[in-house]
């Protein structure tokens, strides 16, 4: 009998091959009805993360758009918000990125890095008519009136095509990259320099709505009305139950500014600006337990008011503190505005060099004490 020779098992296995590769094999052009509908449930993961990451990229384009026009007028305690123009600016964003992206190559950046495209009947790419119609009832798959887009996840889950409402109505499909017809040369290009010149937008647009946030000031009203500061939005009131003028602090650093005031009542009659320059730097170190840096006060300007200015250092339980006081007012009343940095340091350093290392937290604190202006205009001692 002849011998046979044992095979091993790895000798009788076998790689898959996809049924698209089988129907080319055939000779066969399926189209995208029949490939989608052999695709599993699992697809609609590579559809949910495509979705995220083109909203990510669509959200900071809306912020830089945004902030920069709503912020200047939320601040102003009269706002009332139009929303014609945020209507608009966001129907221009949303629909404009997708719309635009499908209709060039059939797939947004999210689509791109999911592997993952949006083709007619025939796996080509849409064109401008299939994407407008698909996109514009995107807008309504994401209302509330369809329960902000779980109406598209079930009809994805549920149907064999694998569409939502506006693959329905627009005859489209979402393959995966593989199983599409591959778009031009021309096509590709364009859509790659699409996605770049996007990319870039979206990271400018956030650099843009970082910096609005970081640098529009807020303004600050003093309790009596009179006058105000303006500081940047990281700040914000410290102390709601302060009972002086205004207290306010950085939300991100331990940078702080209290105002308080006199008039003749409580000074027990009137008094020079000089006078009550000398009632502060008496007083103040006393009630907060640091000491005058031993230098005298300077007179300075402060937006057209007359005023002094001296300085105060503390430390204590391992924290140093450095102040500089502003003591400024009108015929009516004085205010003086103090405003200081309060740090670990561990060091036995001087103060001196307390105050060169942070120099420019105290410069910071000078600008925004340099606002203090009355909300009535220029008045006069």
Known sequence: MEHIPERSEKEFAFTPVEFTERWKAAGEDPDAESIVSRYSESVYLRRLGAYLIDYLIVGMLLAGAMFPMILPEAMQDDWAPNPLPIMGVSFAILFGYFA??????????????????????????????????????????????????????????????????????????????????????????????????????????????????????????????????????????????????????????????????????????????????????DWLPNALEVELDGTASEKISLNGLPAYRFTMNGYGDGERQAYNVTVTGDQNKYYFIVSWISKTDQTNGSIGDFRTRWQGKLDHLDEIVGTFKSVRGVVSL
């Open 100 to 281: 635009i992206l499908e209709s060039i190559g059939g797939f947004t950046i999210g689509k791109w890095v999911l592997r993952i495209r949006v083709v007619r009947q025939d796996r080509s790419v849409p064109g401008v008519g299939k994407t407008l119609l698909r996109n514009l009832i995107k807008l309504l798959e994401l209302s509330l009136f369809m329960l902000c887009g779980i109406v598209s996840t079930i009809l994805i889950l549920v149907t064999r095509k694998k569409q939502r409402l506006g693959d329905m109505a627009a005859g489209t499909f979402v393959l995966k990259v593989k199983d599409a017809r591959q778009p031009s040369r021309g096509r590709l290009v364009m859509t790659y320099i699409s996605f770049v010149a996007i990319t870039a937008a979206a990271v400018i647009m956030l650099v843009i709505c970082i910096g609005t946030i970081v640098k529009e000031p807020s303004h600050y009203k003093t309790a009596d009305g009179q006058y105000e500061l303006q500081a940047p939005m990281t700040w914000s009131a410290a102390a709601d139950d302060y009972e002086g003028e205004l207290f306010i602090s950085n939300l991100l650093s331990d940078e702080l500014v209290l105002i308080g005031s006199d008039d003749e009542y409580t000074l027990d009659g009137w008094v020079t600006l000089e006078e009550y320059n000398d009632i502060i730097a």
